[in-house]
């Protein structure tokens, strides 16, 4: 089985970070770059079936500008097979971000998409779902355990209300969650091994426009101070007071 894992490059989800002075977007001066956290676990239960002996090959992919070679090569450390660059300066939006991803499938013809549930730079949750409808396959979000069995996956799904178990055809796409692995430290022999690793590097012509606008970046308003209270009766009159209860 082949697998095409889509990966993003965003800021080091653990740093903090501040918006330019005049909110048109976030300065990342100085900042530390990184495999967005659940395209990471993606990559991670990639290797993980092609250990078990269930995938025979892994490509990851990336849309963007040259820096994100880094994080290709990061994958490719972990695991995968070969990596490829979709070269492109634009702003990009779920909606484009899905029908480049489409042009990748087309060409490459993978049997299972394994992508990442949502980046934590924009939080949005949907280019996976988006990319399962302009492919027409079937898909399974919020992968906590994924079992693959010749033609088929069985997918444990994250919900609000516990646990869902189906059963997907391929070729089909899955959106993982944190509890389906902890991707594993990336040694110095696989960096190494990495570097002789193929990635390839695509221009696209032409991105769509994208449909959605950044009006503006702020900080939340800061939090209140918080205060202690001597009992639960106590705590129980303050909460009630703020009309809570």
Known sequence: MKVLVPIKRVVDPYAKVRPLADGTG??????????????????EEAVRQKEKGAVTEIVVVSIGKAECEDQLRKAL????????????????????VASLL?????????????????????????????????LGWPQATFAAKIEINGNSLQ???ETDSGEQVVSLPTPCLVTTDLRLNEPRYVALPGIIKARS??????????????KTTLVAVELPP???AGRKVGSVQELAAAIKDRGVI
């Open 26 to 43: 976030v300065d990342t001066t100085g900042a530390k770059f990184e495999i967005n956290p659940f395209d990471e676990i993606a990559v």
């Open 77 to 96: 450390a972990i695991g995968a097979d070969r990596a490829i660059l979709i070269e492109t300066d634009a702003i990009l939006d779920s909606p484009a």
């Open 102 to 134: 489409r042009d990748v499938v087309a060409s490459e013809a993978p049997q299972l998409v394994l992508m990442g549930k949502q980046a934590t730079d924009d939080d949005c949750n949907q280019a996976g779902q988006m990319l399962a409808a302009k």
């Open 155 to 157: 997918v444990t799904r």
């Open 197 to 210: 690793k193929p990635l390839e590097k695509r221009p696209v012509s032409s991105v769509q426009a994208p």
């Open 222 to 224: 800061a939090r209140p």
